[in-house]
Nanobody, 130 residues
Framework: QVQLVESGGGSVQAGGSLRLSCVAS????????MGWFRQAPGKEREGVAS????????VYADSVKGRFAISRDNAENTLYLQMNTLKPEDTAAYYC???????????????????????WGQGTQVTVSS
């Protein structure tokens, strides 16, 4: 059982930056796909970015490409999301999630699909004002 705790959220003006962190415990962090997701009020949870176990494969939602960067430190059991050039539409609760490497993604599934992930944090709020 993996426990995930996010931090780093807050309120910023458009164009600003935030760095989210997610500390994992209770499981083998290095053998989990990790992802960041967000959910705005009245909207479905959507994938923002995902990273493979060895950091050699990352996937981003089109809406954040070039602005957000996902990374992980397996020695520290920590996942990061560097968010730059923030926009008001980035306002949401942000969640980190983990998926054990085995079994792999279901056939045809996207690594940004929330349905692929097993463990979830409680979320951290990001608010971007114009």
């Amino acid at each position: 059982q993996v426990q995930l705790v996010e931090s780093g959220g807050g309120s910023v003006q458009a164009g600003g930056s935030l760095r989210l962190s997610c500390v994992a415990s209770g499981g083998a962090f290095s053998t989990n796909y990790m992802g960041w997701f967000r959910q705005a009020p009245g909207k479905e949870r959507e994938g923002v970015a995902s990273i493979h176990t060895s950091s050699d494969y990352t996937v981003y939602a089109d809406s954040v490409k070039g602005r957000f960067a996902i990374s992980r430190d397996n020695a520290e059991n920590t996942l990061y999301l560097q968010m730059n050039t923030l926009k008001p539409e980035d306002t949401a609760a942000y969640y980190c999630a983990a998926k054990p490497l085995f079994p792999g993604l279901r056939s045809g599934a996207s690594p940004l699909s929330p349905h692929e992930y097993t463990y979830w944090g409680q979320g951290t709020q990001v608010t971007v004002s114009s």
